[in-house]
């Protein structure tokens, strides 16, 4: 780069020297001007000029092929030992006399080096931060054996040598049991479609708002909420297809999040089976010896059945995860010769056993053991918690309704059901709003909550008079706009109320078509989409509800 310099400072005393020779030699021939003539002047001034033009020209060639003959070798010699101190005005005018630089085959040889000792500089530093930990404890790797000989664990061996397994075996083993017992995997388990579905959730929201800024014109769209007078429904093939039950089917349920339905009957035969609506297949049965059963419901959580018998002061508990089958003999503090009816708390914590002589056992779900017992005057019929699990309606045989505090087991209301000459079925909405009374002489009367917590003798908002025959079953669907009322006494004695009309819908069931018979239990799946009748012959009758687009 100082040579570089040099060349740079010698080429701009040339061009001074030049530039002064130049003016002289117009000073000479300005001073001679008064002998020549003005054409000869002009003449020789562009003669001159043109010949220190060509000058500059020839010793700027000579300079610029002596710059471009330093090879980058030397340059770089050069700024090792001079250093880089030159001004930004010498760089500036070297680059234009230098012009762009083209590069050797050495050079580029250089070039490649360099990179390639960047690459293995990168290499090191990787190989810096993946080196292995200073100091391991071997205690962490070491995996823990877990007897399987332990009598909840003896179903999950598949030989007698698998005494012991390790942890990640056994937690194998559990979701292989797990994903058998419903069907597969979940859609609730699988996290990838979730947060796929979650993905393309959002991505069709955006397009959605995209196109709604694209449009123009009118915007109001017909009502998500169900219409009343025509349900529109199709009938499946009953839930139970695979296995009808021998005698009457006493009990129908979705499962709580899993597409799965129970069945459960007189034959003593607990049944699971998938719902897609067109095979139903079959995914698991078990069989309680000398148990026919009179009810049968799904844990909160979805993992447990609990069944109560006919004849008996037992009750069992099929644990779905584990695969065992396990016996609640007589629960101590109740003196019950019979336990039949039960209702579960929707938060999971209670499990409530009605009595005889108006006895209420609240129980605890988590150990079935006795909590507390209740009374109320005469005999309760039927009982039911509210959502939020903070209280108890129970109905009695005299036609009273007692409202009981949970946390403090107190009686906290008490109502008449107008005109009830017999409490027969009780039940409160999904959301809190509607409490249902079915009595023998076949009305259903509907209450608000408000009126059934302050008022004795509360006016119901609708009284449902279509049955003509005791009213034993009432259930509301998820999203409170339908409630179905029944009857076990009498064939095709079913109604579905439009609840916000507080209509009957009028193409259910079908007219002369023998089809339900006579009605034991009803469902609604978890949002909607199916309803399900448990009948005397053996079947879950399944039916789609085309205005909820899912399960």
Same mark, same amino acid.
């Given at each position: 780069?100082?040579?570089?310099?040099?060349?740079?400072?010698?080429?701009?005393?040339?061009?001074?020297?030049?530039?002064?020779?130049?003016?002289?030699?117009?000073?000479?021939?300005?001073?001679?001007?008064?002998?020549?003539?003005?054409?000869?002047?002009?003449?020789?001034?562009?003669?001159v000029a043109n010949?220190?033009?060509?000058?500059?020209?020839?010793r700027?060639?000579?300079?610029?092929?002596?710059?471009s003959?330093? /090879?980058?070798?030397?340059?770089?010699?050069e700024?090792?030992?001079?250093?880089?101190?030159?001004?930004?005005?010498?760089?500036?005018?070297?680059?234009?006399?230098?012009?762009p630089?083209?590069?050797?085959?050495?050079? +580029?040889k250089d070039?490649?080096?360099?990179?390639?000792?960047?690459?293995?500089?990168?290499?090191?530093?990787?190989?810096?931060?993946l080196?292995?930990?200073?100091?391991?404890?071997?205690d962490?790797?070491?995996?823990?054996?877990v007897?399987?000989?332990?009598?909840?664990?003896?179903?999950?061996?598949?030989?007698?040598?698998?005494?012991?397994?390790?942890k990640?075996?056994?937690k194998?083993?559990?979701? *292989?049991?797990?994903?058998?017992?419903?069907?597969?995997?979940?859609?609730w388990a699988?996290?990838?479609?979730?947060k796929?579905?979650?993905?393309?959730?959002?991505?069709?929201?955006s397009? *959605?708002?995209?196109?709604?800024?694209?449009?123009?014109?009118?915007?109001?769209?017909?009502?998500? /909420?169900?219409?009343?007078g025509i349900?529109?429904?199709?009938?499946?093939?009953?839930?139970?297809q695979?296995?009808?039950?021998?005698?009457?089917?006493?009990?129908?349920?979705f499962?709580?999040?899993?597409?799965?339905?129970?069945?459960?009957?007189?034959?003593?035969?607990?049944?699971?089976?998938?719902?897609?609506?067109?095979?139903?297949?079959?995914?698991?049965?078990i069989?309680l010896e000398?148990?026919?059963?009179?009810?049968?419901?799904?844990?909160?959580? +979805?993992?447990?059945?609990i069944?109560?018998?006919?004849?008996h002061?037992?009750?069992?508990?099929?644990d779905?995860?584990?695969?065992?089958?396990?016996?609640?003999?007589?629960?101590?503090?109740?003196?019950?010769?019979?336990?039949?009816?039960f209702?579960?708390?929707?938060?999971?914590?209670f499990?409530?056993?009605?009595g005889?002589?108006?006895?209420?056992?609240?129980?605890s779900?988590?150990?079935?053991?006795?909590? /507390?017992?209740?009374?109320?005057?005469?005999?309760?019929?039927?009982?039911?918690?509210?959502?939020?699990?903070?209280?108890?309606y129970?109905?009695?045989?005299?036609g009273?309704?007692?409202?009981?505090?949970?946390?403090s087991?107190?009686?906290?209301?008490?109502?008449?059901?107008?005109?009830?000459?017999e409490?027969?079925?009780i039940?409160?909405s999904?959301?809190?709003?509607?409490?249902?009374?079915g009595?023998?002489?076949?009305?259903?009367?509907?209450?608000?909550?408000?009126?059934?917590?302050? *008022?004795n003798?509360?006016?119901?908002?609708?009284?449902?008079?279509?049955?003509?025959?005791?009213?034993?079953?009432?259930?509301?669907?998820?999203?409170? *706009?339908?409630?179905a009322?029944?009857?076990?006494?009498?064939?095709?004695?079913?109604?579905?109320?439009?609840l916000?009309?507080?209509?009957?819908? /009028?193409?259910?069931?079908?007219?002369?078509k023998?089809?339900?018979y006579?009605?034991?239990?009803?469902?609604?799946?978890p949002?909607?989409?199916?309803?399900?009748?448990?009948?005397?012959? +053996?079947?879950?009758?399944?039916?789609?509800?085309?205005?909820?687009?899912?399960?």
């Amino acid at each position: 780069m100082r040579g570089l310099a040099a060349v740079a400072g010698r080429e701009r005393g040339v061009v001074k020297a030049s530039r002064m020779k130049v003016a002289k030699k117009v000073s000479k021939v300005t001073k001679a001007g008064k002998m020549m003539k003005p054409k000869r002047t002009a003449k020789r001034l562009l003669v001159v000029a043109n010949q220190a033009a060509a000058a500059e020209a020839a010793r700027r060639a000579r300079h610029l092929k002596a710059l471009s003959c330093v /090879s980058g070798a030397e340059r770089e010699l050069e700024e090792l030992v001079f250093g880089d101190s030159l001004n930004g005005e010498e760089d500036e005018l070297l680059r234009r006399l230098a012009g762009p630089r083209r590069v050797t085959a050495a050079e +580029g040889k250089d070039l490649q080096e360099e990179s390639s000792d960047s690459g293995v500089e990168n290499e090191a530093k990787r190989d810096l931060l993946l080196k292995n930990p200073a100091w391991v404890d071997e205690d962490d790797e070491a995996e823990e054996n877990v007897n399987m000989t332990h009598k909840y664990r003896k179903d999950l061996m598949k030989s007698d040598a698998e005494t012991k397994l390790t942890k990640k075996k056994l937690k194998k083993r559990l979701e *292989e049991q797990f994903q058998q017992a419903m069907g597969g995997v979940p859609a609730w388990a699988d996290l990838e479609n979730r947060k796929t579905s979650k993905r393309t959730l959002s991505d069709s929201d955006s397009d *959605e708002d995209d196109d709604l800024l694209r449009r123009t014109g009118n915007f109001i769209t017909s009502s998500e /909420s169900l219409p009343r007078g025509i349900l529109k429904m199709s009938t499946c093939l009953p839930a139970n297809q695979e296995r009808f039950a021998n005698g009457k089917l006493v009990t129908v349920q979705f499962h709580p999040s899993a597409q799965v339905v129970m069945t459960a009957g007189h034959d003593r035969s607990v049944s699971l089976f998938q719902v897609d609506g067109i095979k139903n297949p079959k995914i698991q049965s078990i069989y309680l010896e000398s148990f026919p059963i009179y009810k049968a419901h799904f844990s909160v959580d +979805g993992e447990q059945v609990i069944a109560t018998g006919t004849h008996h002061s037992m009750f069992f508990v099929y644990d779905m995860m584990a695969g065992s089958i396990i016996p609640i003999p007589k629960v101590r503090g109740v003196e019950e010769k019979f336990l039949r009816n039960f209702e579960l708390s929707p938060d999971g914590s209670f499990m409530l056993l009605i009595g005889n002589s108006g006895y209420l056992h609240l129980l605890s779900m988590k150990t079935k053991e006795l909590i /507390s017992t209740m009374k109320v005057n005469g005999r309760c019929t039927a009982s039911a918690f509210t959502p939020d699990s903070s209280k108890i309606y129970s109905y009695s045989k005299e036609g009273e309704v007692f409202i009981w505090d949970v946390r403090s087991r107190k009686s906290l209301h008490k109502f008449e059901d107008e005109g009830s000459l017999e409490g027969k079925c009780i039940a409160v909405s999904k959301n809190n709003q509607y409490v249902a009374c079915g009595s023998s002489s076949g009305v259903v009367n509907l209450y608000t909550t408000d009126a059934c917590l302050k *008022e004795n003798r509360p006016k119901p908002v609708k009284a449902i008079m279509n049955l003509v025959t005791s009213a034993t079953c009432v259930t509301f669907n998820p999203t409170t *706009e339908i409630l179905a009322v029944a009857s076990r006494d009498t064939d095709e004695a079913v109604k579905l109320v439009h609840l916000p009309s507080y209509t009957v819908f /009028s193409n259910f069931p079908l007219f002369r078509k023998k089809q339900i018979y006579l009605t034991q239990s009803m469902d609604f799946s978890p949002r909607s989409g199916y309803f399900s009748i448990a009948n005397n012959k +053996g079947k879950a009758l399944l039916f789609r509800l085309k205005h909820y687009s899912f399960f």
